[in-house]
């Protein structure tokens, strides 16, 4: 059964990516250490003792929809309700309307628990605190003192209504419509797919944001407006009015996170109320939804990363607590009596290190880039917001590509248990494979990476970054450690294949070949990926914990350098020589 | 849906594998050309009309364990009917016994088309195929004289039963007991888990192949005996007698492979019969169990190698069909009106030709292993037998790998949709992952690669195979065609990394460092996968196929070399310095 963390967590939070110098510096407010430490104690006593327990049954029994509505799995309502009461809805959202006012660094550590505990119920809270985010940034007055203090509080959720069945990571096609009322409402027209938690039992409403177009909206992505819609309308008082004309017609059935309810949802067929329509607020201004949900989306990929960091650390104990009970064979050089635990055999022990430099550069690199969205608030704004900007895609393609090659590692652990549904292997490999798709695929983020990230400030920033890379590599070399082994070629290494494969892609791109650098997007966001491994693994490893656990560091570290990173030469050479080969072969698909 | 690639197999058995040469060379007999095409065109019509539409119902239904019995998914003990009268259980068998004695290349491109269709349905006649062979080579003349010709002609099927709770990896520990009895016969005693196929209602009679010990046994696999136990007890007249002592306790509840019943047999516990003990007759000699049983472990191995194969094809098929239908976005250059298929964009594409190299570098190996099986009863028996024994373990792993990551991709390419249960890509990403544990988990075939391959003939095979490989790579770079990019580079360069590599492993096994060699097994599995996959591809692209195919031949080979093998120095790298990192880090698991 899980165990949350918390120690590698807090040490990767203060350490690697940078919380502690931000406590030092007086950047937090007057958050302190000790705060940090113990929301970080409760939360994952939380995921470990609240929500991991109730996995199995949400995987088993799944949504279930009946009669028009979904019933959750067994025990998962109350689940929900000791979460929003414990506070964890409210640990970012604005004090105005009832929230904590915490970091991002915090969300994403007490996330990625809450998702190791259970991906499937941790989902649905995450998208209403995305909603929230969106209200709170852009909706009025009006809709912000109706709906967000009891989102905050965790008495409403929320869902975000995008995809459709023609429009999914190109969302200028969407056909949803909204028309104006004199009232100043709108009535919504459509159907949205694939709208996580878009219908459940946990909460008496619903607060729904839907992308739509209005009737004389331009086309594309500048032609569509965001708007509120809630489940039930809200009367004046407060209260829980008459049932707004939008309902889910069916749920998916799914590989993985079973217990999430993946909803078809109808707006506006006539169905509830007097006339057919939807009725809607305008959240921000027409014609400006697809600004207002760039707001959340980075940190909604962000937050999707952190399902695949959750995921490979739950896989990752899961084989290692195996591995230790499972005997079999004798290894090389076992003096035991009898069979050895299968934690002896050197290439049970390769994998179980594999998974863990994956989940643990996966968690270093998420963090780094929930701390540059803390960072970009105050002074060196603009340098903290291009570093979010930047790590973003790379977070959330690394960690969720970590979730689903550790999952796999850690089926195979348990050999033939691990194909077995009840031994729980096997379900962290299904549900972890959605992270690589939803929130934008990670097809889709390397070219954000490649397109948009890499010219920030004409360069610059990405340059700025290798630099303090290579700062790290040369530390390691310097540190003159034996326990490192050979991490400071090898991280140096990879830092050179990685500024060849950056300047290769800016200049490709300045010459206007937009094909040629995409060709190679994907093998660059993983050669990106593994150098910001190996280089937090040797921050981690350089810096003092004062745990007493800085030889493990620094031999994990080790491991990676030695035996993790080593393709960047070889995704190096997919960036700068692939594209040729890769438009030659095109005809071969027919 | 699925379509059998007849022709993509055909080419690949004749001018890859080398069923040309041995049909040229008069060494299969007076099998011809034509025949070959004949049947393969016939099992591609089987497996594309017959089997791949009952796979879906096949996952959806599973096999149902209903009153001690397995009903099996509708419609298929019809299907099983028909593929045993098409006469495709008796491919390989022996005349003798009413089989039609064809060589294995053409059973394991048989064999991947109906894994193809559905591996949920193969796996059943596949260990019936396997039952077979042991009985052929060790069975008295009374259990061949009754059980073979109703096995061969699939009146009966077979089950093998090696693994134990405690007996996975390591058969040495199984605790299932064996009693004479003065009449020749055995009474036997004991447990078996993740039974394929030991009990459904496909057939009258199962004939299960059990491994068993004897009271005065030595310990260890050296006291391990083999028995044939049929379900129920054969008259001398050949009707079926009364039901021994053998059930099925119970089904697993499976990731994948839903339709494929995996039992708990349970033997002599007194349910059926006079007194309790499960009648068996020995196969082979008393002891000799194992070795009765390596006779087919290496060609079961194979066999789950054709089901990666299988599911990588599949999910090729399918991922290439959907990228073509949904269109998503303006790929660059996207001259066409609307948006541009998604098999535009480039990131799509270079997943597809992943999966098309993985795919058919995986088919290349294992064809290519099947052909070492079939020569290895002429002359140069001893050099096929030793490349047979060579490649197997590269074959099993390198498939099956590919098998998992394909189908991984596959479901990657249907984005959102691929998370969709009905839409079939999940089926595939679960079947496969099966394939890598069973018949020898990946992680033994590497030892089994690195200790007991590597060193036949003191290495003088390993090395002549890799000069073979290396002439390859020297006509490729000699063919000087622009269309094969880099591959003479490339490849030369890949071989010299496994050469490296292997004489690291030689002389690190020589030196009696068995821990430090084990340490780089698998990545040194890898390697060898990777190069053969290049070279394979490269012999391919070089040979006249005369269907005017050879430019796309030497594209899918050119990004082969420049985007998929360039691994092989980060891979050898791996072998021959990672033991001490992983050694080190060892500490780090607890």
Known sequence: MYKAPVEEIAFTLKHVAGLGSALDNGRLGNLTDDLVD??????????????????????RQGARFVDGAVKMPDGWPALYKAWAEGGWNSLTAAPDFGGQGLPHMLHVAALEMWNSGSMAFAIGPTLTIGAIEALTTHGSEHLKTTYLPRMVSGEWMGSMNLTEPHAGSDLGVMKTRAERRDDGTYRLFGQKIFITYGEHDFTDNIVHLVLARLPDAPAGTRGISLFLVPKFLVNADGSLGPRNDAHCHSIEHKLGIHGSPTCTMIYGDGRFGD?????????????RGLACMFTMMNNARLAVGMQGVAIAEAATQKAIGYAKE?????????????????????????????????????????????????????????????????????????????????ASLGVQVHGGMGFIEETGAARLYRDARIAPIYEGTNG?????????????SDGGHVRGFIAELRDIAAKARAANAPELGETGDRLEAGVADLEAATEWLLSTLADGKQAEALAGATPYQRLFGLVLTGAYLAKGALADGGDGRSGERAALCRFAAENIIGETAALRDRVTSGAASLAAARAVLG
């Open 275 to 287: 006339e057919p329509g939807a009725i809607g607020w305008l959240v921000g201004e027409e014609n």
């Open 444 to 456: 889709i983020q390397a070219i954000d990476l490649v397109t948009r990230k890499l010219p920030l």
């Open 38 to 59: 113990a929301i970080l104690s409760e939360a994952g006593r939380f995921a470990t003792e609240e929500v991991a327990p109730l996995a199995e049954i949400g995987d």
């Open 326 to 406: 499972r005997t079999q064979g004798k290894a090389p050089g076992w003096q035991g009596s009898g069979m050895s635990p299968i934690i002896e055999h050197p290439d049970v022990v390769r994998m179980l290190l594999t998974m863990k430099v994956l989940t643990q550069g996966a968690r270093a690199i998420t963090y780094a880039c929930a701390h540059a969205v803390d960072m970009a608030h105050g002074e060196d704004a603009r340098h903290w917001a291009d570093r979010a900007s930047l790590l973003t895609p790379i977070a959330k393609s690394f960690a969720t590509d970590a979730g689903v090659d550790v």
